[in-house]
């Protein structure tokens, strides 16, 4: 009988643990607690038909967005392991209006703030459609043991310490970065752990895939009209006609376009003048894990994780993915907003 070796993400973060500068076990038990909530967001994703967790709670967000029930159980999983973690003392998310601050117990020394989107692409859910959760790590800038600053939330992505996101979609995988490369850990749902399975990621440099809402065609700025037109022609150089594929939930379109080779936007648009993605948990982790896989992140203009954020839901334009074809998008934004 042929034996393969199996690594779980619990043996890879401790393996791995000294490539972090300054991590000790506190890194190693926070991502081990990320990875508990998304078994158990998992679980909930899994039998969303069968119980009663379909559907709106009938609240709306701080966003006024209408709050699904799997966005607050997912928050709520989270936030409590994140809690019991003992590493993180406070927590930044789309279902909160203001940081939620962990002050009690052991929570209150840890050196560790995290920003997440805890359920992305809510409005899939009822549709048996791919979601996911994203998130991101830092350290907190201000002394441990005092309480929490808007600055702790405020570092720019270039300080992220580690990135990643789960998605719940044919197979449930979590995939991050600690800054050395992109690793992806299957679930394997017969013994209940992730496993290595997609080790040092690399995005393809140019691929086929342009992914975007074109249903805003009319309102998105000029340069990414003419891109659009760009990926529609006929070119045997560069492979076009490029396809069009375009999920809804950025977890899911990110990650297709990682492994295959392709391009994500979401500019401005006239309903979310400033983009509609938001800096600290969709943005930020998104660029560095695509940063880290060989692709690019920016808004058009700015390296994405060199944006000091000004807000906790700041919203951006985000064009993510293979390197050559982000670079395409930013000659095109770049020439026609300056004619
Ligand atoms: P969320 O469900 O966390 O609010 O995020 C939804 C986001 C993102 O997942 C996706 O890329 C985008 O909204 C889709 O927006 P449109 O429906 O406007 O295309
Ligand atoms: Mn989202
Ligand atoms: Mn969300």
């Not at 709670?57 to 999983?77: F, H, M």
């Not at 977890?251 to 979310?272: C, E, I, W």
């Amino acid at each position: 009988m042929i034996m393969h070796k199996v690594t779980t993400l619990n043996q890879f973060i401790i393996e791995r643990q000294a490539e972090i500068p300054g991590a000790t076990g506190e890194f190693s038990r926070l991502l081990h607690h990320i990875g508990i909530a998304a078994k158990k967001v998992h679980r909930e994703v899994n039998k969303a038909g069968l119980v009663d967790i379909l559907g709106k709670v009938g609240s709306i967000n701080v966003q006024g967005e209408d709050q699904q029930k799997l966005d607050v159980y997912a928050d709520k999983t989270f936030m409590d392991e994140l809690r019991a973690s003992g590493e993180c003392c406070g927590v930044a998310t789309e279902e909160n209006q203001d940081i939620v601050v962990f002050e009690e117990g052991l929570s209150k020394d840890g050196k560790y703030i995290i920003c997440m989107d805890p359920l992305d692409g809510s409005s899939n859910i009822d549709v048996n459609v791919s979601v996911g959760t994203i998130f991101s790590i830092y350290k907190r800038i201000s002394p441990i043991g005092e309480p929490l600053v808007m600055d702790d939330f405020f570092q720019p992505g270039t300080e992220q310490v580690a990135a990643g996101y789960v998605i719940y979609g044919s197979s449930t995988m979590l995939v991050y970065t600690s800054g050395n490369g992109v690793n992806g850990f299957t679930l394997d749902t017969s013994i209940g752990e992730f496993c290595l399975s997609h080790p040092n990621m690399q995005t393809p440099e140019s691929g086929k895939i342009y992914s975007i809402n074109e249903g805003n065609y009319v309102n998105f700025p000029v340069g990414v009209k003419k891109f659009i037109k760009y990926c529609q022609e006929k070119d045997e150089a560069t492979k076009r006609p490029y396809t069009s594929r375009y999920i809804g939930s950025l977890v899911a379109d990110f990650h297709r376009n990682m492994l295959k080779g392709g391009v994500f936007l979401y500019p401005q648009t006239s309903s979310h003048p400033t983009g509609k993605l938001r800096l600290l948990y969709e943005c930020n982790p998104m660029a560095f894990i695509a940063e880290q896989s060989g692709g690019l992140a920016t808004d058009g203009e700015r390296r994405i994780m060199e944006i000091k954020p000004e807000a906790l839901h700041q919203r951006v334009p985000l064009y993510t993915g293979s390197r050559n074809m982000v670079q395409k998008v930013q000659e095109f934004l770049t020439f026609f907003n300056n004619i």
